[in-house]
């Protein structure tokens, strides 16, 4: 079984300011996707950003970007220039590449972020 | 465009009550899922749907049954309700190898 990790507590940041949400997981798979969804007050889940396990390219949407460690099941989130609207949960989440099962996703327990003016 | 909708978005049940969430997806989308979310734990898959007719348990299921009649509904049963089953509910869709899950707004269910 898949197992996500994501420990740190809430934070709270200033706009502007660039800010890193840690995730870890375990697995014995190799073929695999990692995702970070953002759950802002509206409760609307949202995908932020999606790394691919067999690229070692590090995934980047605009302010947001990955820092993939496959050898470490490390799977980190930073948020630049950072935004009123980036207030939200955040949640790490995985799936194995298999398709033909359904695409079911492995979420980590998640980590608050407030960002104030 | 709609998306995922669920219906209800909230509802409060006493112990014992039966109940029945619809979910409705109108992207065409082969998969369906059911999570639940609940404090402090992230969501958990319940129940999942490959396609129309077929239904599979997810991580959570107990307590719960479904049904993919027509492909663009995923209908989440609860015959007996539980306080154990006071959560937030998601319906998620996503078609074959896609990779990205389209949630609904979800359902703040509370047993009394």
């Known amino acids: 079984a898949q197992t996500v990790t994501q420990s740190q507590p809430e934070m709270s940041v200033q706009e502007a300011e660039t800010v890193t949400r840690s995730c870890t997981y375990d697995?014995?798979?190799?073929?695999?996707?990692l995702f970070w969804y953002k759950q802002p007050p509206s409760r609307q889940m949202i995908l932020v950003i999606r790394?691919?396990?067999?690229?070692?390219q590090n995934a980047t949407e605009n302010r947001f970007s990955v820092n993939f460690q496959k050898a470490a099941k490390s799977f980190s989130l930073k948020i630049s220039d950072s935004q009123l609207g980036d207030t939200a949960m955040y949640f790490c989440?995985?799936?194995?590449?298999?398709?033909?099962?359904?695409?079911?996703?492995?979420f980590g327990t998640g980590t608050r972020l407030a960002v104030r003016p | 465009n709609a998306g995922v909708t669920q219906t209800p978005k909230f509802r409060v049940l006493k112990t014992g009550q039966s109940m029945t969430l619809l979910c409705a997806q109108d992207?065409?989308?082969?998969?369906m899922y059911w999570y639940r979310q609940d404090p402090g734990m992230g969501l958990r898959l319940i129940h999942y749907?490959?396609?129309?007719?077929?239904?599979a348990k997810g991580e959570v299921p107990d307590g719960y049954n479904v049904s993919r009649l027509k492909k663009q509904n995923f209908l989440l049963g609860l015959e007996s309700a539980a306080p154990s089953q006071t959560s937030v509910y998601f319906c998620?869709?996503?078609?074959?190898?896609?990779?990205?899950?389209?949630f609904g707004q979800g359902t703040r269910l509370t047993v009394v």
């Open positions: 992207m065409n989308h082969e998969y």
């Open positions: 790394q691919e396990a067999y690229k070692q």
């Open positions: 749907s490959v396609g129309e007719g077929t239904t």
């Open positions: 697995t014995s798979e190799n073929n695999y996707y």
């Open positions: 998620a869709s996503s078609p074959p190898w896609n990779t990205e899950a389209f």
């Open positions: 989440a995985f799936m194995i590449a298999v398709g033909s099962s359904g695409d079911k996703l492995t």
